[in-house]
C-alpha cells in the first residue's frame, strides 16, 4: 500500500497546519467580537460528539459532502474543473424522486432502482458538459455553471408539474419501498437521520480509488488530465475521455442527491436556491488535495464543522456567520498551501535535524 | 579591479541539495571583456553555478568577489545592480508586449505618471544599434521568431547596464543560421568590453567562440584551458570523463524491401499554406533515411500524418503494404510503428507519471499489462526494471516521477519504450535534441543498431552532423515537400544549404524518388 502511505504523507501535514491556522483566526475573530472562544470551541465539539443524535447528525450533514467532493475531485484527476457538481446533484435528486414517488415496486427493485437512475441522471447532466466541451471545444467551467441554473428550474418545474403534493411546496412523498433509511440505526440513535448514503459514500472513496489507480481506463483518465498531448500520442481518444470523466464525476454528484432524498428527506421540495452541497464539494475536493482519502477527511471536517456551528450559537451565542469565517480561513490557508508550507517550513527542517 | 584583471572571481563555492552536491568547492575567474565557456553534461552544476552568481541561489560554502570586492548577491536585482545580466534558456517575455515594452519592463523611463513610450522606443533602438542587435522595438514578441526572441533578452540585460552576460544554453533553441548571427553578436558584445560567460555542452561552439574553457564534471572543475590550446577530442574527454566516439560505427548495408511508403501528401497548415504539399518518399527496411530542413517546413505535420496524430487532404501512407492513410494513432502504433517524438515533454512522456507508467504509455491497453480492464502493476514494473537496465536510464528508481529524470535520461526512456515495441519502422524526430555527448553517442548507437537489426528508421533533424553520421540517405524538405536527395556519404554542406534555402536549380544530382 505504497500508494496510499504516499497520499497521507503529502497531503496530510498542510491540511492539518491550516486547520489549525484557521481556528487560530477564528479564535481571532470571536475574540475580537466579544466572545470567548474556547467557550465557542467546546460547544462546537460538543455538539459534533456529544450526544448520538448530533453525532449521527453530523454523519448525516458528512455525506452528501463525500459525493460531491468526490465528484470534484475526480474531474480534476483528469484536468476538469467540475463546477456544476451542484446541478448534477439536483438531477440525481430529481430521479430518485420521480422513480421514488411515481412508481409502485418491490423494496429490492425499487430502492435500487430510484439509486441507479438518480446517479444516471446525475452522470448523463455533467456528460453533457463533457460532450460541449469535447465536440464543441465550450469550457467547462462556463457551461457546467450554467448547467447549474437549468438543473435548478428544471428540477422545480418536474416538481411542481408532476409530483406536487397539493397545497404544498413539495412532492408527494417517496414510498416506502424506495427509501434508504436504516431504522434500527435512527433507533439506536436517537432519531438521527441514518441511512445506507453513509456508506455507499464509504465505497465510493474505495471505488474512486480503484478506478483511477488500478484499472486501464482509469490509467487514460489519468494521462489525459496530466498531458492530453501524450494521451493522444499514446492513441487515447481524449474526447471521449473527457466525456467519460465528466459521467462519472456527475454519477458521484448523482448519488449524493439521491441520498439527500431516498436518506434524508423522503421528498423534494421546490428549491428557491441550491442546496450548496456542490459548492461545499469543491471546497472539500480542494482541502482533500483531490485524493480520495483525503476527500473524505474534508468532508468530515467540513461537514463536523458546519453542522457543529450550530453549537457555537447556541452553547457560545457566537453568530453561525463566525463559524464561517472559521470554514473559509481553513479553506483559505488550504487553498494558499504556500503560505502554510512556509509557515511550517523552520518546523520540518528542525525536526529532520533531530531526526538527522 | 584587482591586478588580474578579473571581473567575477568564485571561490569554493559548495552548493548542496538533497542528495547530491551540485557544486563542489568550484574556482571560477572571469576576465574582463573574454569570451568564458562552461562546458559539462546535463546535469553537472553548471546551471546551479551559474543561478548562484546571478543570485538566485545561496552557496553554503565560498566566496564570490565582483571587481574585486567581496560580495554578497542575494537577490536577481542585486545581480544587475552588480552588473550581472543573465539570458536564460527559456526566455522570460510578456508575449503580447512589443520588443520596447519587454526590455524596459521593471525599469521604464516616465513621462509624469504614464510610460514615455516614445523614449523607450529610442533607447531600445540605439542600444541596438550599437551593438548590432537587429529587432524593431514596436513588434510584438508573439510575432517575432525564437532568434529574435532571444535578441530581446540579451538587449534587456544591457538596457540595465550589465558587463557581465550570461547565457544559458543559448543556442538549443536556434536553427543554424540563427546560431550564426548569434556567435557574431556575442563576439561583438565581447569587443565592446563585455565579460561574457556562455554555459553549453557544445563543443563545436566552444571551439569557434570562446577564449577561455571551464570544464565541470559531477559539480567539480575538471580543468580551465585556454581555448586555443585545446580541442574537441580532448574537452569530450575531460567533459565525460572518457574517450568518446563522435562517429557511430556504421557498415553499408544493403536496403531490403519498402516498409514506408508515403505518397503525394497533402495536409492544410495553420495559415492558408499548405503544410504538406505532396510530398512523397519511401523507407525500406534496414536503411536510416534522413530529412533535412530548416524547422517549419512541414516536417513535423509530415511526422503527425504518418502516426495519425492529424488527417491529411490527399494522398496515401503504406507501411508493409498496409494502408495507413487517416489511421488513428493506435493502429498505426499497433502496425509496427516506434515514434521517438520530436518534443518528448509534450508527446513522449507524462511527466507527472512514474517512469513506471510512463513505459506503457502505447502498451497499456495489451492483456499483457492486464485483463478485464485492470492494469497489471506487476507486469509493468517488470517491463520498466528492464528496460532501465538494458537502457541505462539513471533514475532513483522505476516509481520516479518522469518530470524529475534529465533530459537524457528521459529521451533513453522513450527509444527503449519505442524500440522495444520490436516496431517494422522507427521514426526518430530530432531525437538528439538537448541532449549531452554521451546521450547523444547513445542514442545514436541504437538507432544504428536498429537498422542493422532490419528495421526501417525515419531520421527527421535539423543538425548536419547527426544526419551524415546516421542516414543512408538523405532527402532535403523545403515548404511542404521533398525537393531533393543528396549523398549521404559525401558530405557537401554548400550543397545541402541551398536546397535547404529551396534552391533546387543547382543540386543537379538532386532528383526526386
Known amino acids: ?356 | 579591479m584587482n591586478q588580474s584583471g578579473a571581473v567575477v572571481q568564485l571561490k569554493g563555492i559548495t552548493k548542496r541539495f538533497p542528495g547530491l552536491v551540485a557544486n563542489d568547492s568550484i574556482n571560477f575567474e572571469l576576465k574582463k571583456g573574454e569570451i568564458h565557456a562552461l562546458l559539462g553534461e546535463n546535469g553537472a552544476g553548471k546551471s546551479t553555478l551559474m543561478n548562484i552568481l546571478f543570485g538566485l541561489y545561496q552557496p553554503d560554502e565560498g566566496e564570490i568577489w565582483i571587481n574585486g570586492q567581496k560580495t554578497v548577491i542575494d537577490g536577481a536585482s542585486k545581480a544587475i545592480d552588480l552588473g550581472i545580466g543573465m539570458v536564460h534558456q527559456h526566455f522570460k517575455l510578456v508575449q503580447p508586449f512589443t520588443v520596447a515594452e519587454n526590455i524596459v519592463l521593471g525599469n521604464e523611463p516616465k513621462k509624469g505618471m504614464t510610460v514615455d513610450y516614445k523614449l523607450a522606443n529610442q533607447k531600445v533602438k540605439s542600444i541596438s544599434e550599437r551593438y548590432g542587435l537587429k529587432v524593431d522595438p514596436q513588434m510584438r514578441i508573439q510575432d517575432i521568431t525564437v532568434g529574435m526572441q532571444q535578441r530581446v533578452e540579451i538587449l534587456k540585460t544591457l538596457y540595465r547596464g550589465a558587463e557581465i552576460v550570461i547565457f544559458d544554453e543559448p543556442t538549443a533553441v536556434l536553427t543554424v543560421q540563427e546560431i550564426e548571427e548569434l556567435l557574431t553578436i556575442i563576439r561583438n558584445l565581447a569587443a565592446e568590453g563585455k565579460s561574457i560567460i556562455i554555459i553549453t555542452h557544445k563543443l563545436k561552439e566552444v571551439m569557434a567562440l570562446s577564449d577561455t574553457v571551464t570544464v565541470i564534471r559531477r559539480g567539480k572543475v575538471i580543468s580551465t584551458v585556454k581555448t586555443s590550446e585545446t580541442n574537441e577530442r580532448q574537452l569530450a574527454e575531460l567533459m565525460v570523463g572518457r574517450d568518446v566516439n563522435f562517429k557511430v560505427e556504421k557498415t553499408k548495408r544493403q536496403a531490403g524491401e519498402v516498409v514506408l511508403s508515403v505518397d503525394n501528401l497533402r495536409m492544410k497548415g495553420d495559415q492558408s499554406k499548405m503544410a504538406l504539399d505532396g510530398t512523397s518518399f519511401q523507407v525500406r527496411a534496414g536503411e536510416i533515411f534522413g530529412i533535412a530542413g530548416v524547422d517549419g517546413n512541414g516536417q513535423s505535420e509530415l511526422i503527425y500524418a504518418i502516426t495519425g496524430m492529424r488527417k491529411v487532404q490527399s494522398g496515401k501512407v503504406t507501411l508493409g503494404g498496409r494502408d495507413l492513410t487517416n489511421a488513428t494513432p493506435r493502429s498505426v502504433s499497433t502496425a509496427g510503428v516506434g515514434h521517438i517524438p520530436e518534443d518528448r515533454h509534450k508527446h513522449g512522456l507524462v511527466l507527472d507519471f512514474s517512469l513506471s507508467e510512463n513505459m506503457i504509455l502505447n502498451t497499456y491497453f495489451k492483456p499483457e499489462y492486464g485483463k478485464s480492464g485492470f492494469i497489471d502493476y506487476k507486469a509493468m514494473d517488470e517491463l520498466a526494471d528492464k528496460l532501465v537496465k538494458e537502457y541505462d536510464v539513471r533514475t532513483s528508481g522505476i516509481h520516479t516521477h518522469a518530470r524529475a529524470l534529465s533530459g537524457g535520461n528521459q529521451q533513453k526512456a522513450i527509444i527503449a519504450r519505442e524500440i522495444n515495441k520490436d516496431p517494422d519502422l522507427i521514426i526518430a524526430v530530432q531525437p538528439t535534441r538537448g541532449l549531452d555527448i554521451g546521450a547523444i553517442e547513445f542514442v545514436h548507437k541504437r538507432l544504428v543498431d536498429a537498422r542493422n537489426e532490419g528495421k526501417a528508421v525515419l531520421l527527421v533533424s535539423f543538425e548536419l552532423d547527426e544526419l551524415y553520421a546516421l542516414s543512408d540517405r538523405i532527402a532535403v524538405m523545403y515548404e511542404g515537400k521533398l525537393v531533393g536527395e543528396v549523398d549521404a556519404d559525401e558530405r557537401n554542406d554548400e550543397q545541402l544549404g541551398l536546397l535547404m534555402a529551396g534552391n533546387t536549380g543547382s543540386a543537379d544530382n538532386g532528383g526526386r524518388e
Not at chain 1, 408532476?162 to 416506502?176: A, D, I, R, W
Open chain 1, 1 to 356: 500500500m505504497d500508494t496510499l502511505k504516499k497520499i497521507f504523507n503529502t497531503s496530510l501535514i498542510v491540511p492539518v497546519v491550516s486547520i489549525l491556522l484557521g481556528l487560530i483566526i477564528g479564535a481571532i475573530a470571536m475574540f475580537a467580537g466579544g466572545y470567548n472562544p474556547l467557550v465557542a470551541y467546546q460547544s462546537l465539539f460538543e455538539r459534533v460528539i456529544g450526544s448520538p443524535y448530533h453525532m449521527g447528525e453530523t454523519i448525516r450533514a458528512i455525506t452528501p459532502l463525500i459525493f460531491t467532493g468526490l465528484a470534484v475531485a475526480f474531474a480534476f484527476r483528469t484536468g476538469l474543473f467540475n463546477i456544476g457538481v451542484e446541478g448534477q446533484f439536483i438531477m440525481g435528486m430529481t430521479g430518485a424522486t420521480l422513480v421514488g414517488v411515481l412508481l409502485d415496486l418491490p423494496w429490492y427493485i425499487h430502492g435500487p432502482l430510484a439509486i441507479v437512475v438518480g446517479a444516471l441522471f446525475g452522470g448523463l447532466w455533467a456528460g453533457l458538459v463533457g460532450y460541449l466541451k469535447a465536440k464543441r471545444g465550450v469550457n467547462e467551467v462556463i457551461s457546467s455553471i450554467m448547467l447549474n441554473w437549468t438543473a435548478l428550474y428544471l428540477a422545480n418545474y418536474i416538481v411542481a408539474k408532476f409530483l406536487l403534493e397539493p397545497g404544498q411546496q413539495k412532492s408527494k412523498p417517496v414510498h416506502e419501498s424506495a427509501l434508504m433509511s436504516i431504522d434500527w440505526l435512527v433507533e439506536l440513535m436517537d432519531k438521527a437521520r441514518m441511512h445506507w448514503g453513509t456508506f455507499v459514500a464509504i465505497a465510493c472513496v474505495v471505488i474512486f480509488y480503484i478506478l483511477l489507480w488500478r484499472t486501464k481506463q482509469g490509467y487514460e483518465l489519468r494521462a489525459v488530465g496530466h498531458n492530453p498531448d501524450a494521451a493522444l500520442y499514446a492513441g487515447m481518444n481524449v474526447n471521449s475521455t473527457i466525456v467519460k470523466s465528466m459521467f462519472f464525476s456527475g454519477i458521484f454528484a448523482g448519488l449524493g442527491g439521491v441520498f439527500e432524498v431516498l436518506g434524508v428527506f423522503g421528498n423534494q421540495t421546490i428549491m428557491a436556491a441550491s442546496p450548496g452541497y456542490g459548492f461545499d464539494g469543491i471546497a472539500v475536493a480542494l482541502l482533500g488535495g483531490n485524493t480520495p482519502i483525503g476527500v473524505l477527511l474534508g468532508a468530515i471536517l467540513f461537514g463536523g464543522l458546519s453542522y457543529g456551528s450550530g453549537g457555537m450559537s447556541f452553547g457560545a451565542g457566537v453568530p453561525s456567520e463566525i463559524v464561517r469565517i472559521v470554514i473559509g480561513s481553513v479553506i483559505f490557508f488550504v487553498a494558499a498551501h504556500g503560505i502554510v508550507k512556509f509557515i511550517i517550513k523552520p518546523f520540518m527542517a528542525k525536526k529532520k535535524k533531530e531526526a538527522a
